[in-house]
């Protein structure tokens, strides 16, 4: 017997005894299949049986089924019923969800003044998220007055605590600076450097193009393919695409045209323009692989639909 399968034993023998926080860890793992076969129906069972003994918790988790219809036909109405009872207790993460709600106008109407309020609630008690996303709303005024210097307090909030989206947004602040804050690019790259190493695939992908382009830093291109290439391991359509540029023209390591053509056409089934033109034009010359005017075409009819004019321009003068 697996630990999970232990775990589940011991809520199932609690449960019976009615304990609120043994049905509503019930209700978890039916719901995430932890020792158990994942069931909703089962989940939401406990769930409502722990609700009816207080716990709010499973207040918010009756909300997220509802609203993601697990299990259960989708409701947005009884989805925000369940998180508004239980953020008026005081539930950050009902408060979040709620904010999440309002702020994408998923299945009630979109208000950035109410999502700034939710956000406000649950950042108050710390919610990682919703710091991130006060700062993204006080960098572009929505729903709050813009406050460039609230941005960077909330981002720093959620940085600290290890949100590397608002590390790599506060290192965009200090990079390009505004009439609130001046440029500061050691701590720019300081904030990229440390979302980047945590995993973020912007972080990587900026930090590659800044060492790329010697902006900012000194030109670097092994740390540039190095960045690039933990960005394009996430599907970084940018990354593909300038890795296959660095193989093309031999930057930073050895010219590699097959290398550089899978990186492009990696890029280039996920709709980039710029790498559907160059494997165009690498088809139309035969410069790298074997001349093929109608592959040639093909890219550079996709490169055109995705509205590069120069692909269009080929397609009229060349093809």
Request: glycine content about 10%; charged content about 20%; aromatic content about 14%.
């Amino acid at each position: 017997m697996t630990q999970d399968q232990q775990q589940f034993k011991h809520y199932q023998e609690k449960a019976e005894q009615g304990g609120a926080d043994a049905l509503f860890a019930l209700g978890c793992m039916y719901d995430n299949g932890d020792g158990t076969e994942q069931d909703y129906a089962l989940a939401r069972t406990y769930y409502e049986q722990a609700v009816q003994k207080g716990h709010i918790k499973a207040l918010t988790h009756l909300g997220t089924l509802y609203l993601q219809g697990a299990g259960i036909e989708q409701d947005f109405h009884q989805a925000k019923d369940y998180y508004q009872r239980a953020a008026q207790q005081g539930a950050s993460e009902a408060q979040y969800n709620l904010g999440l709600m309002y702020f994408k106008g998923e299945g009630i109407e979109q208000n950035y003044e109410k999502a700034a309020d939710y956000f406000h609630q649950a950042a108050e008690q710390g919610d990682i998220d919703s710091q991130f996303y006060l700062g993204l709303m006080y960098e572009n005024g929505a729903g709050v007055e813009q406050n460039i210097q609230k941005a960077i307090e909330y981002y720093k909030n959620a940085a600290d605590q290890g949100d590397t989206e608002a590390q790599y947004n506060l290192g965009m602040i200090y990079f390009t600076g505004n009439d609130e804050t001046s440029q500061d690019i050691p701590k720019a790259i300081e904030f990229f450097t440390v979302a980047a190493d945590s995993g973020n695939a912007n972080a990587q992908f900026y930090l590659g193009l800044k060492y790329h382009l010697g902006d900012g830093v000194d030109e670097d291109f092994t740390k540039a393919v190095a960045y690039y290439e933990q960005a394009a391991s996430q599907g970084h359509v940018n990354a593909l695409f300038s890795l296959g540029g660095m193989y093309y023209f031999a930057e930073g390591v050895a010219q590699d045209y097959p290398k550089a053509i899978a990186y492009y056409e990696q890029a280039a089934d996920q709709g980039n323009a710029y790498a559907q033109f160059n494997l165009g034009e690498i088809y139309e010359y035969g410069n790298g692989a074997e001349q093929d005017i109608a592959k040639a075409k093909k890219y550079y009819e996709q490169s055109c639909a995705n509205g590069y004019e120069q692909a269009c321009d080929k397609l009229h003068q060349v093809l």
